[in-house]
């Protein structure tokens, strides 16, 4: 299998160099739109850009209003700064992702709780979540949810949509009414993602995209915050911009701000990245299924969107039967110049999270050690 799968992969990007996981493709009027900006000499976070950019991604996701940031991280730390966690909070999260959901988390002093992941997804499982909550949690007599053991409030739900798949949105969001928790989603891998038709991270109230060199567009680094609500929304960009009350000259800033504003000359790269996204989707469509038929009928398993949801297919990713042959792919690709991954390693494992709170991580564990991901870039030869 492994000789078939490097022979196939070196098929598809018609190359004898090194293949990468993901890689972005400019093909379209990036450098166009990159030269216009600094003709414009507007390159840093005021320019039309900046909101055209938004504009692009309102209309794609139907977001009541996006907000642009330097980065994914940064919309994280917004949005979870929007939905009023605060420092001591505890917050309900995969350990199965990337450390970014967490640092977000660290910085604002807030603490993680690890609850585990569903295969289904691979993302934040709704039983898993609802069975921590019920064994761990209670609500007072002001209808906030405390953690039994600690007194510590439970303020948010974060689930990430790992690899675009999306997480079983409608069950996570009837635990948080529930439990009078807020939903943040970690949306920083599935733009283009759908969930029962809706756009990834329109269904909680706020949501954070990642356009990282890695993600399926890029702007180079920058992120962006999706509200669901436009007055909370227009608050949000308000707080990312140093909180400044407009006005002629005056300086005056009315709560603390962060400098968090996209520049112009990274969402000018965006804009541009926007026009491609549609065929970007079609092409990682066609590979996943070339992918899956690959793998049908060996012992890996070709990991596929849930029946629930259009996904887009990010990073490809296969289940092998077992941690040594895992290891031994691994190997054998990456010595090949095909580069192959595994998932994270967990969260609790990291020394900043030794001591955090988490519940039954059985299923994250168990992929933990049989996932491999697979090169996933877009390309032409793809239709
Ligand atoms: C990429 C990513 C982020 C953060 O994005 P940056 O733009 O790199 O800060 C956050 N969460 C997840 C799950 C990601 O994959």
């Not at 499982?125 to 609802?130: D, F, N």
Request: hydrophobic share 40%.
């Amino acid at each position: 299998m492994n000789k078939k799968l490097i022979s196939f992969v070196r098929d598809v990007y018609q190359t004898n160099d090194f293949i990468p996981l993901h890689a972005p493709t400019f093909s379209g009027n990036e450098k166009a739109y990159v030269t216009d900006a600094i003709d414009s000499t507007f390159v840093s976070s005021v320019g039309k850009y900046v909101e055209d950019f938004e504009q692009h991604i309102e209309a794609y996701t139907g977001t009541a209003k996006a907000v642009a940031t330097v980065n994914g991280t940064a919309a994280l730390h917004t949005a979870m700064h929007m939905a009023g966690v605060k420092p001591g909070d505890l917050v309900i999260t995969q350990a199965l992702t990337f450390v970014a959901t967490c640092n977000a988390l660290y910085h604002m002093g807030a603490h993680p709780i690890f609850v585990d992941v569903s295969k289904v997804s691979l993302g934040l499982c709704p039983v898993a979540t609802e069975a921590y909550l019920e064994k761990n949690a209670k609500l007072n007599s002001d209808g906030v949810c405390i953690h039994k053991s600690t007194g510590q409030r439970i303020n948010a739900v974060v689930p990430m949509h790992t690899f675009g798949h999306p997480v079983e949105l409608d069950e996570l969001l009837a635990v948080c009414m529930k439990w009078k928790l807020i939903l943040v989603e970690d949306a920083a891998e599935s733009l283009g993602s759908f969930y029962k038709g809706k756009h990834t991270g329109t269904i909680g109230d706020f949501s954070a995209i990642s356009f990282n060199g890695n993600k399926i567009i890029t702007t180079g680094g920058g992120g962006m915050v999706l509200c669901s609500n436009l007055e909370a929304g227009n608050h949000t960009r308000h707080v990312t911009t140093t909180a400044k009350v407009p006005h002629p000259y005056e300086f005056y800033h009315d709560e603390p701000g962060f400098n968090y504003r996209l520049p112009n000359l990274n969402a000018a790269l965006g804009c541009a990245q926007m026009e491609v996204l549609p065929t970007f989707l079609k092409q990682k469509r066609v590979l996943a299924e070339q992918y899956k038929t690959l793998f049908s009928g060996s012992h890996f398993q070709f990991v596929v969107e849930p029946e629930y949801a259009q996904s887009n297919y990010w990073l490809n990713a296969i289940i092998c039967p077992d941690t040594d042959s895992r290891n031994v792919l691994l190997k054998e690709t990456n010595e090949q110049g095909v580069m192959t991954r595994p998932i994270w390693q967990l969260m609790h494992r990291l020394p900043m999270f030794k001591n955090a709170l988490k519940g039954d991580l059985t299923v994250s564990e168990w992929i933990e050690a049989h996932l491999i991901n697979l090169p996933s870039s877009p390309s032409m030869l793809l239709q």
